[in-house]
């Protein structure tokens, strides 16, 4: 039977959790352009948001053993809900010691919650995955559109500063295709000064 709400789904061995549909960026790449799922899931936009009742309980009906990773996603910001992601990865270590868990973010929380919100990774999250996105903030500006304007981009690097400081498989991506060459080796020197891998994917094109 399908859910009413899809918070959790599968990708390629892992599980993925989608807390809100809440976001503070408007990507030109976003994937909740191209359709109502990712990965061939059920439809992930959330008539309303779980309660951390019911997000947990849908947790606990998994089995946790047979997912190599449980991913903070979504259709929308994870870290909106940075309190809510920290219980599910507590409540995941206690079912099933050996998951790893990793949040998929903006890196914006620190706009969004004003405060440093690094130290609210250390001991919940395995990985975190900060979507760079760009060199710089004009660019960053120009194709993801984020309510905080042009300062969302230094936001973003000063919180991937600090949060590997916490988090040490901290790691940046970027979207291949819509940057040049020149702009790729840009976010990778951004990249290597702060000490941060960078992993350059590809756009997820739409489903037909
Ligand atoms: S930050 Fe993520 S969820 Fe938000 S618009 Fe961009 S790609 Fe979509």
């Known amino acids: 039977m399908k859910r009413a709400m899809t918070v959790f789904y599968e990708v390629d061995g892992s599980i993925y959790v989608n807390l809100t549909n809440r976001c503070n960026n408007n990507c030109e790449f976003c994937i909740r352009k191209n359709g109502d799922g990712a990965y061939g899931s059920d ?3 959330l008539k309303r948001e779980p309660t951390e009742a019911e997000a947990l ?21 994870p870290s909106v809900r940075l309190e809510l992601c920290q219980k599910i990865a507590s409540a995941a270590r206690e079912l099933c010691p050996k998951i790893k868990t990793r949040i998929n973010t903006n890196g914006m929380s620190d ?32 194709i993801c559109h984020p309510v905080y304007k042009l300062s969302a ?14 988090v040490h498989n901290t790691v940046f991506t ?35």
């Open 153 to 166: 981009f230094p936001a973003i690097l000063s919180f991937a500063q600090n949060v590997k400081n916490y």
């Open 57 to 77: 309980a849908m947790l606990e009906e998994l089995d946790l053993s047979q997912y190599r990773e449980l991913v903070f996603c979504g259709y929308g910001e």
């Open 111 to 142: 706009l969004c919650f004003g405060e440093n919100t690094a130290p609210k990774y250390a001991n919940y999250f395995d990985t975190v995955s900060i979507s760079l996105n760009a060199p710089n903030a004009t660019k960053y500006d120009e």
């Open 174 to 208: 970027v979207v291949g295709d819509l940057l040049s060459d020149g702009e790729i080796c840009e976010c990778r020197k951004i990249a290597e000064e702060l000490g941060i891998p960078l992993r350059v994917r590809s756009y997820i094109a739409p489903e037909n």
């Open 43 to 45: 439809p992930l936009w």
